[in-house]
């Protein structure tokens, strides 16, 4: 590869790979240019720091495991079946990365850690889309909230157990999806409009 054509999707796909194969303690911007063929000042040139290819990668792998939430916030179904489909989404997207590649996911715990930032900005828009998903509920009288912000983050909250990564070696035991449903079976009722 020529740095001429080198691209920040390249790089950010060989970090990645140079992260599963040597973990983050010991992987470098030399390993990441190592594998691409190139200088590891034509990385820098994409990313100014190895803290700034970091985030990006944290950033990228992020994107990666919610793309499907984008699906579920276009669908045109009742807000309760959205918000439903929202929850098993981001808590599908978080088990299968977490079981079918743990040694890549416990990486990605220890970059978590370091990017605060890129997560404090990837919670803000997942709450951000449920809040979207409650106040339509709200306009359209199928769902309840006095304030869609403060109901949002709440189920977020509620739902830790489902999508934050220290909850990980919770996500394959035994009765974890009944627990799930039971969740947003509460959730859902508690969003229910009053009648009468």
């Not at 803000?124 to 449920?130: C, E, P, V």
Request: charged share 25%; hydrophobic share 45%; net charge negative.
């Amino acid at each position: 590869m020529t740095d001429g054509i080198l691209t920040a999707d390249q790089i950010l796909a060989a970090a990645q790979d140079v992260l599963r194969r040597y973990g983050p303690a010991k992987a470098t911007v030399v390993d990441v240019a190592r594998a691409l063929g190139v200088s590891h000042g034509s990385v820098y040139r994409h990313f100014p720091s190895k803290t700034a290819l970091r985030e990006a990668v944290t950033q990228r792998w992020l994107e990666e495991s919610h793309a499907e939430l984008e699906t579920v916030m276009a669908a045109g179904t009742p807000a309760d079946e959205r918000l439903r489909d929202w929850l098993a989404a981001l808590f599908g997207a978080k088990r299968k990365k977490a079981l079918d590649d743990p040694e890549l996911f416990a990486t990605y715990m220890v970059l978590v850690k370091e990017a605060s930032a890129v997560i404090d900005r990837h919670v803000a828009g997942l709450i951000g889309q449920l809040e979207q998903i409650i106040a339509a509920g709200v306009a359209r009288g199928e769902l309840a909230a006095p304030d869609p912000a403060v109901a949002a983050r709440a189920v977020f909250q509620a739902a830790t157990t489902f999508h934050n990564p220290i909850h990980a070696a919770e996500w394959s035991r035994p009765g974890i999806e009944r627990e799930f449903t039971a969740l947003c079976d509460l959730i859902l009722r508690g969003l229910e409009p009053r009648t009468g």
